[in-house]
């Protein structure tokens, strides 16, 4: 059994993008699998498929290469071995090892937290392979515990029901995990994505370098960002809107033996306006906040809300004082959020030199072909 696209969707598989929409396929089995694509063109790849997502083709490998669910296993081992050395070398440190397309394994994200892992299935077509997959994992790895924590939403776009099951060993409810001279309490049944947001490791261990007085960590979560800035800062703020999150900081401050860290509970809007009337000032400020735009329909408002943190955080600066900004949001793009930056400069009366221009981690690897897998932009800022 194949699929075939139309002209239009055989033309994103030939610039070797991976979806292909619903409209664009002309026919196509009745039930989710792995499958051969093909056009008037021939075979463009195999894929995953599912009649019901929207998102119908996801293409794991490009051209006529072989069988589809050897090739896929053959791209986990791949992408796994691409990671073992830095397992090697922090065995208690936290890692993706799976980054779904741009690792050429669509719908599939795999973490590993101080020797135990998360798996996330997000195709109906893979849905059936789980056990397979983990086998292999486990082969591979020799992890303690291998948990299936399957509560995204982005399920039940594939009629995939929301569930938390361990696949192999006995689960933790937490870990400790060591980040750079730091070490956080990551949640594997009840936090957050898998556990932590390890996009952002190497961000945060860049931050341990600076010193100052005083440092705020806004849209804080549980502190991984304020953690890092209380090694080198007297004193260190972290705002979140949560107070179990908040809690969760202050433990973790406490498992490092820092008691220069204190807890905020507030809306980082209001906190942040309230500071600035206040002439408040401080030597490094953090933002961090979630995705404002989900979509391209949320881009202008999520535009006007990014600006207004950021204004705001560069009036609260001295010179010379650091802004360390981020926007996990794919649909505003890296011209888009320096744009913003420069405006929120404009506005705030402040000049403001690029330091650095970051992203996501390199275990979060980005394909050229593929803008969506390039979503993390972070900034380091300089306020003269």
């Not at 361990?166 to 750079?180: D, I, T, Y």
């Not at 979560?221 to 908040?246: K, N, R």
Request: proline share 5%; glycine share 8%; net charge neutral.
């Amino acid at each position: 059994m194949k699929i075939r696209v139309t002209s239009r969707g055989a033309a994103r598989l030939l610039a070797h993008h991976p979806w292909v929409y619903r409209s664009d396929v002309l026919e196509g089995p009745d039930r989710p699998g792995l499958y051969p694509v093909q056009s008037d063109k021939g075979v463009l790849g195999l894929a995953l498929y599912n009649p019901a997502s929207e998102i119908t083709v996801r293409v794991f490998s490009f051209g006529d290469t072989g069988r589809p669910q050897e090739v896929l296993l053959e791209n986990l081992r791949k992408a796994l071995e691409r990671r073992k050395a830095a397992l090697a070398q922090e065995p208690e440190g936290a890692f993706r090892l799976v980054h779904a397309e741009g690792d050429l394994l669509p719908a599939l994200v795999l973490d590993y937290y101080a020797g135990h892992g998360v798996l996330q299935v997000g195709s109906a077509a893979l849905e059936p392979l789980t056990e397979t997959l983990a086998e292999l994992i486990q082969a591979e790895l020799s992890l303690q515990s291998l948990l299936a924590k399957n509560d995204q939403k982005s399920r039940s776009l594939e009629g995939l029901p929301l569930q938390i099951k361990p696949l192999r060993g006995s689960v933790p409810p937490f870990v400790m995990v060591r980040e750079g001279a730091i070490r956080y309490r990551a949640d594997l049944l009840e936090g957050q994505k898998t556990g932590a947001f390890i996009d952002q490791r190497d961000n945060r261990i860049r931050l341990q370098s600076f010193r100052g007085k005083t440092a705020l960590d806004v849209f804080s979560y549980h502190g991984s960002f304020a953690l890092h800035l209380a090694l080198g800062f007297e004193q260190v703020i972290a705002v979140d809107s949560s107070a179990a999150a908040l809690q969760r900081a202050l433990q973790n401050a406490q498992a490092n033996g820092l008691t220069n860290l204190l807890a905020q509970e507030a809306n980082a809007f209001e906190f942040l306006r309230e500071q600035e009337k206040r002439g408040s000032q401080y030597d490094l400020i953090v933002l961090d906040p979630p995705a404002f735009a989900k979509g391209k329909r949320d881009v202008e408002r999520a535009y006007r809300a990014y600006k207004e943190i950021n204004l705001r955080a560069m009036k609260l600066l001295p010179s010379g004082g650091i802004l360390a900004t981020a926007s996990c949001s794919h649909h505003l793009s890296e011209p888009l959020f320096y744009q913003m930056l420069a405006e929120a400069a404009a506005d705030a009366h402040r000049t403001v030199r690029v330091l650095e221009k970051r992203g996501q981690g390199w275990d979060h690897p980005v394909l050229l072909n593929v803008p969506e897998t390039y979503y993390l932009k972070f900034a380091l800022l300089e306020v003269m």
